[in-house]
């Protein structure tokens, strides 16, 4: 696997990788992480089956984790801070999990998958299904069967959007779309977040596919857990606060 990574920031400076959320790319990181990279070295991938990190197979948790810690090694990085919004915070506490030995610090922002004790809510299966049931049809009937599905976004960036999503894979898109209407969990209990002993951040989110009662696990669970308050333009001085 081959994964695509755009870098801004000092080579010198304390590394940090965002990860994006579902059926987006490392754009949507850069939307917040701007101001990171006057201190920070900030590495942005596609995950495996997202934007230019083209994957049409299963796609699985450990798969996803361990592309990111051939990331790390193939940068040279003895560890990282590690953080992601929605689906990308599932990708970062599974990274976590699995290879926690390269994981300096945990930011977990708006997070989705709460595990699988906790599962979906309703409103989040609904949204997973509908995103499953276009995803599955872009192979055939091409990228644009996904535009339907940002016509709720804002005026000002759904045009935005549209491009964006029209650069990606189709065969990628099925394989995402299909994974995330799964209900596959970065991790089984509440209780298995205890093993994660670094610093965490958890920024709560404030929508009903990223239900609060999700962030509580992890704040409930992981042992040395900060929980801040933060929209999304201001995440960067959540996360430069909480990693000073």
């Not at 049809?137 to 549209?162: C, Q």
């Not at 002993?197 to 709560?204: E, F, G, K, N, S």
């Not at 404030?206 to 962030?215: G, I, S, Y």
């Not at 992890?218 to 333009?233: G, I, K, Q, S």
Request: charged fraction near 15%; aromatic fraction near 6%.
């Amino acid at each position: 696997m081959r994964l695509h990574l755009v870098e801004e920031g000092p080579r010198t400076g304390r590394p940090i990788v965002l990860l994006h959320g579902g059926l987006a790319d490392h754009h949507s990181c850069w939307l917040y992480a701007r101001p990171l990279t006057e201190r920070f070295r900030v590495i942005t991938p596609d995950l495996r089956g997202a934007g230019r990190s083209h994957f049409a197979g299963t796609l699985t948790w450990d798969a996803i984790a361990d592309d990111l810690a051939e990331l790390v090694h193939d940068l040279g990085l003895a560890n990282v801070a590690v953080g992601g919004a929605s689906f990308g915070a599932g990708a970062a506490t599974a990274f976590a999990l699995r290879h926690p030995s390269l994981v300096s610090a945990l930011a977990i922002l708006m997070p989705a998958y709460g595990g699988a004790e906790l599962g979906f809510s309703p409103a989040q299966s609904a949204a997973m299904a509908a995103m499953h049931a276009v995803g599955q049809r872009a192979p055939a009937e091409g990228i644009e069967v996904m535009f339907p599905l940002l016509d709720t976004l804002p005026a000002e960036i759904r045009a935005r959007a549209r491009a964006l999503v029209a650069t990606f894979d189709p065969a990628s898109i099925a394989a995402t779309t299909a994974f995330m209407a799964s209900g596959a969990q970065p991790f089984a209990r509440g209780s298995d977040l205890a093993a994660l002993t670094m610093p965490a951040l958890v920024i709560p989110g404030t929508d009903a596919t990223h239900p609060r009662e999700v962030a509580d696990v992890f704040a409930r669970n992981l042992p040395h857990a900060t929980v801040a308050e933060a929209e999304l333009p201001a995440y960067a001085a959540a996360i430069e606060a909480f990693l000073e």
